[in-house]
C-alpha cells in the first residue's frame, strides 16, 4: 500500500456529541440603554437565532408593526415577549397586571413568539396574586401561547428580607405549567442553577442565560464570570433534547462602546454554543 493508499486513523475515544433543537436567542434588554433596533442589528451581526423583546418605555418594544420590519429587515426572528411585569414598568400599557399579559400574548401571536415571561405577581397585587396560578394555566391554553413564569429571589436590606412576590418568588413548588429559569436570579437567590434545572424538570421550558456571584444585587454577567453553574445546565438541557429557547439577558450598561458591548454579547452565544450539547458514549 502505498502512502496515499493509507486511510486516515479514526479516533475510537472521543464521543459524539448531540446538540438539541433550542435556539439562542438575544434579549433585548442585553443592550439598554440602547434599544429594540440595536438588539435587532446586533443580534443578526453576531448570528443570534432570534429575539426576546422586552417590554419597555422604548415605543418599538410595544408596537408588533414595528418588530415585525425589524425581524424581516435582519432576517433574526422574535421567539418570545418579556411581559412588562417588572417593577419599572409598572406603567408600562396601564396599571391592570392581567391587561399587561393579555396584551404580551397578542403582541406574541402577531409576531409569531411562542413564549411570554412573566414576573409573579408582588404581593400588594393581593387580586392578581389570588388567581394567578390558575389565570396563567388559563389564559395560555386560551391564547395558544406558552406563558413561562420566572424565578425571582427576596429582596435584602441591611441584613434583612422581603418577600415580595406571590405565591412565592421560588417557583419549584407551584403548579406553573411552564417556567423562565433565570440563573441571575438564582444566584440573587443563594440558590444552584443546576438543582432547579433538575427540580423543575420538564416544566423548564425558557432559559435566562446570564451569571452571578450571589449579591443581593441582581447582576445579569457574562455566563462565566459568575458562580452559577452555567455550563452545567446548558448541558443537562443538551442530554434532555431540550427544544426550549436559551436566551441571553446580561448587562452591557458599563459598556464604553458599541465593540465592547458587541464582544459581550458574542462572549455569550458562544458560551452557550459550546455548552448546549450533549456528549454520546461512542458505540
Known amino acids: 500500500m502505498t502512502p496515499r493508499q493509507r486511510s486516515t486513523p479514526t479516533r475510537t475515544d472521543v464521543p459524539a456529541v448531540r446538540v438539541p433543537a433550542a435556539k439562542v436567542a438575544l434579549s433585548t434588554a442585553s443592550v ?3 434599544g429594540c433596533a440595536d438588539a435587532f442589528a446586533l443580534a443578526a451581526e453576531l448570528g ?18 414595528a418588530l415585525l420590519r425589524l425581524a424581516e429587515y435582519h ?3 422574535v421567539l418570545a415577549v418579556h411581559a412588562p411585569t417588572l417593577l419599572v414598568t409598572q406603567r408600562v400599557w396601564g396599571r391592570e397586571p392581567w391587561t399587561k399579559v393579555e396584551m404580551a400574548c397578542q403582541m406574541a401571536r402577531e409576531v409569531g413568539a411562542t413564549t411570554v415571561v412573566v414576573h409573579p405577581p ?37 441584613q434583612r ?21 433565570d440563573l441571575s436570579h438564582a444566584a440573587t437567590a443563594g440558590q444552584d442553577g443546576l438543582y432547579l434545572a433538575g427540580a423543575l424538570g420538564d416544566r423548564l421550558s425558557h432559559l435566562h442565560l446570564a451569571d452571578g456571584t450571589g449579591s443581593a444585587k441582581d447582576e445579569h454577567l457574562v455566563p462565566g464570570r459568575g458562580e452559577q453553574p452555567c455550563d452545567a445546565v446548558l448541558g443537562l438541557l443538551a442530554e434532555r433534547s431540550w427544544e426550549g429557547t436559551v436566551v441571553v439577558e446580561v448587562n452591557t450598561r458599563r459598556a464604553k462602546d458599541r465593540q465592547e458591548r458587541g464582544t459581550d454579547l458574542a462572549e455569550s ?5 459550546l455548552h448546549l450539547a450533549a456528549a454520546l458514549s461512542p458505540t
Not at 443570534?48 to 408593526?65: C, F, H, K, L, R
Not at 452565544?269 to 454554543?273: D, I, K, T
Open 32 to 34: 439598554y440603554p440602547q
Open 161 to 181: 428580607e422581603m418577600l415580595a412576590y406571590a405565591p412565592d418568588w421560588d417557583p419549584v413548588g407551584i403548579g406553573y405549567p411552564n417556567v423562565t429559569l
Open 269 to 273: 452565544l458562544a458560551f452557550a454554543r
Open 75 to 77: 432576517g433574526v426572528p
Open 122 to 158: 408582588f404581593r400588594w397585587q393581593r387580586e392578581y396574586a389570588a388567581s394567578f396560578v390558575e389565570g396563567v394555566a388559563a389564559l395560555s391554553e386560551r391564547c395558544g401561547v406558552r406563558i413561562a413564569v420566572e424565578n425571582m429571589y427576596p429582596w435584602r436590606a441591611r
Open 48 to 65: 443570534y437565532d432570534g429575539i426576546e423583546v422586552m417590554v419597555w418605555t422604548d415605543a418599538v418594544s410595544q408596537n408588533p408593526t
